[in-house]
């Protein structure tokens, strides 16, 4: 089983639909966590981070988390075909010093149809 | 937060050669970070570079392959030994951000070995 599960997709919804992102995880070590986007020939860009269990919201992006359940959700609302690209879940554990590298999933790719 | 240039960013090259990928940061960061993203796959952690000490790999990943260089706190580099085609991938370079928990990606490089 790997570490970080995500559905590659693709996924596509008609524009202006709520989009709801997912990731599990099976390592309880991981305390922080992240929501990427990438779009093709791109580099990673930071869109969400979160620590503790609830919501965080940033615009039309709302990063959800519940440690309890080892379950992530990113969701996006009034999507738009900008927001087409691929998503990537990603998360990292607590080691007390120093930064550590990330575990990503294997991102879904999202198609906002016009 | 922290930009990074990452060069070349494509290159084609024979099995057998060896490839140097360099990255730069425009300000000063403790740890860089080098993944790799294979078709289809998650970005995978390859090593964390530290100024002024060796580089640290993560399991699959060893300094014979993957030598990594990090003479000053705003460079790096990351040199794919020889290569086979199974090396074909993105390779990425990242660094952490602290005022925002994240991390930035360099676009990346794009290697295709025939």
């Known amino acids: 089983q790997k570490e970080v599960e995500q559905d590659p997709g693709p996924l596509s919804v008609p524009e202006g639909a709520i989009v709801s992102l997912n990731c599990t995880y099976s390592?309880?070590?991981?305390?922080?966590f992240m929501w990427y986007r990438q779009y093709s020939r791109k580099g990673p860009e930071l869109l969400m981070y979160?620590?503790?269990?609830g919501n965080k919201e940033d615009g039309r992006f709302t990063a959800q988390v519940d440690k309890s359940s080892k379950y992530i959700s990113l969701f996006i609302r009034d999507s738009q075909p900008s927001d087409s690209a691929t998503y990537l879940c990603a998360m990292r554990k607590y080691s007390g010093g120093g930064a550590d590298g990330l575990t990503f999933g294997k991102g879904t790719h999202l198609i906002i149809q016009p | 937060s922290a930009v990074i240039s990452q060069k070349p960013s494509r290159d084609i090259c024979q099995r057998g050669t060896s490839l140097t990928i360099q990255c730069q940061v425009d300000?000063?960061?403790?740890?860089m970070f080098w993944y790799r993203q294979q078709p289809g796959q998650s970005l995978t952690l390859i090593a964390t570079?530290?100024?002024?000490?060796?580089?640290?790999?993560e399991s699959g990943f060893v300094i014979d392959k993957f030598p990594i260089s990090r003479p000053n706190l705003t460079f790096s580099t990351l040199t794919v030994s020889n290569m086979s085609p199974e090396d074909s991938s993105i390779y990425l370079c990242s660094v952490e951000v602290p005022a925002n928990y994240g991390y930035t990606f360099g676009s990346g490089t794009r290697l295709t070995v025939v």
């Open positions: 390592n309880s070590a991981f305390q922080y």
């Open positions: 979160t620590y503790s269990s």
């Open positions: 300000s000063q960061v403790t740890m």
């Open positions: 570079a530290n100024q002024g000490s060796e580089a640290t790999y």
